[in-house]
């Protein structure tokens, strides 16, 4: 199978994680009374390739010299922090770099 029979067959490419939510009430582990409002501990983050991005991300795997930007889960994840949704500690555990193997 070469480049170009792969890349007319993918429409898209996503990556998700599952991540626990901080409570903004009580800035950490929940009381029963968060318990009784029956908030959502958990939510999904997701990384999507398609169309444009996609396109540049196979001509970069194949060894062109092309720079796409797009949102990353990294990216994501660190605006959950930032934002006070998401602990920190989860970012360890979701996020797989690269640079470090």
Not at 4 to 30: H, K, N, Y
């Amino acid at each position: 199978m070469n480049w170009l029979e792969v890349e007319q067959t993918l429409i898209a490419i996503t990556a998700q994680r599952l991540v626990e939510l901080s409570c903004p009430f009580c800035e950490g582990d929940c009381t029963p009374i968060c318990y009784s409002y029956s908030r959502w501990k958990r939510a999904s983050v997701f990384e999507l390739l398609s169309g444009r991005n996609l396109h540049g991300v196979m001509k970069a795997a194949q060894g062109d010299k092309i720079s796409t930007r797009y949102r990353t889960l990294k990216d994501v994840i660190n605006k959950g922090i930032a934002l006070g949704y998401i602990q920190e500690s989860e970012y360890e555990r979701l996020v797989y770099d690269d640079e470090s193997s």
